[in-house]
């Protein structure tokens, strides 16, 4: 069974660097692309970063500089790690994956994501 479980997030305080981590299981990064998406109050999903199969990193113009998505293929875990955290960060942070290669583009939508985590919550306090 395929299983995408995030932790990590929680009440943070602005300018701080929480990271956030998204285990897999029952399948191997290689071969799919891993994303990050999150999704505001009152809002639709917002691509954050996003790791293709071939290794093509994108990272979202809102986060660009701030964020960063490391990962560790052998322990089948990906990173947000956020940095300067604004409240405007505030979200649900998902993480995602799929083994469909598509256009980079295609993966800033939730449509280009087969398999996602349950969330983790990410409250940025003035």
């Known amino acids: 069974e395929v299983q995408l479980v995030e932790a990590g997030g929680g009440l943070v305080q602005a300018g701080g660097s929480p990271s956030v981590s998204c285990a897999a299981s029952g399948f191997t990064f290689d071969g799919h692309a891993i994303g990050w998406l999150r999704q505001a109050p009152g809002k639709g999903h917002e691509e954050v970063s996003c790791?293709?199969?071939?290794?093509?990193?994108y990272i979202g113009s809102s986060v660009k500089g701030r964020f960063t998505h490391p990962s560790d293929n052998a322990k089948k875990t990906a990173y947000l790690q956020m940095n300067s955290l604004k409240p405007e960060d505030t979200a649900v942070y998902y993480c995602a994956a799929t083994a469909r290669s598509l256009s980079l583009r295609t993966y800033y939508y939730t449509s280009g994501y087969d398999y996602w985590g349950q969330g983790t919550q990410v409250t940025v306090s003035s």
């Open positions: 790791i293709t199969a071939s290794g093509t990193l």
